[in-house]
């Protein structure tokens, strides 16, 4: 008998034979150096035995000259198998695909975050990577080894210390530690301070230069405050003035608005038209018409589906509806006037420079006329007044 594995890699069969003398077709079997094993018998005229898969046809040929039945109860081997998975290929298609699949998404980078860097240093560092091929939908084993991708960056970007790289399941980790370099000193050319608008001084500090006003002078706009000369009358040397002066400034808002004020205001009632958009062309396939709203407020989103960092070509746009409804107010003549104060310092507050306070107001004129009411504010502001002049030679 040869060995179990060599059979099965070419197919057993397991097959009954029943009728009269069936021993007599297993020793015709024998005599032509048939390979038969495992014989049993199962009843009177009724036997079983394996035989090769390569053998069924000789067997069969036996039987033709015989009253003999011949009926498989098992078969084995890699033929047997193979035509399974023929049958369920499908299913066996299926499996492997998964496991593809799976394989390849779990060894794909899905993104990579960059930590302590300034935005600078990371568009480097987003350069830097992008040469070695580290994106989103490139697969990890493709790419060189963390401490080949950390030594490469280290040595590409001259403002970090230190680079550490980190392959965290399908993402990788950057953290960067920029070197602190002393910023060089600004240099400043000569130069005068003036006054940029017309003001009242209310304080001032000098750093360097010669103060020409004082605290409560007035100044009109050109002014010089504070001189770039130091030192004695022909002997003088030109240095960048430094100094911070703050001026009391006046101000005059006018402002007026309808007594009777129309407002919008939405309802809570909403219809959504849905559209998709194929390349420039939208599609509307849901809520095709608008809605019978008698006034109404449309926002439209447009949605930014991606793939692997690439923008689909197929894209979905809501138009939400919302209805409105208008309705009229009349204000009193006193709360029109609070309303206009408010409006006039908001709009005096825009326009005012960074760190400049309001520290009075009066109302200069008050009017009702034609259902309309306005307003004339005086505003007093503290807010710096310098500004630079350069000291040309020969001034």
Known sequence: MRNGFVNLIGGV???????PYPEQLLNRCLKQGMHIWDVSVMETEKIQFKVQLSNIHQLRHFLRKTDLTLRFKERQGLPFFIKQMKVRAGFVTGIAAFFIAFFLLSNMVWGYSIDGASPQVEKKLEEAIAELGVKRGEFSFTLPKPNEIQAYVTDRIDEATWVGVRKKGTNYQFEVVEQVRQSDP?????RHLVASKKAVIRSMFVEDGTAVKRTNDVVEKGDLLVSGFIGVEGAEQTIPAKASVVGEIWYTSTVSMPITQIYSSLTGEQKNKYQLKVG????????????DYESMETYRKESQYTIFGYRLPVQLIVDEHRETQHFERTYEKEEAFDVLKEQARLDLEQDLPEGADIIGEQVLHEAVENDTVSLKIHYQVLEEITQEKPIIQGD
Do not use: K
């Open 280 to 291: 420039d062309v939208s599609i509307p396939f849901w809520n095709i018409t608008a809605p």
């Open 13 to 19: 069969v397991t097959v009954e034979i029943s009728g």
């Open 186 to 190: 600004e240099i400043i050319s000569p």
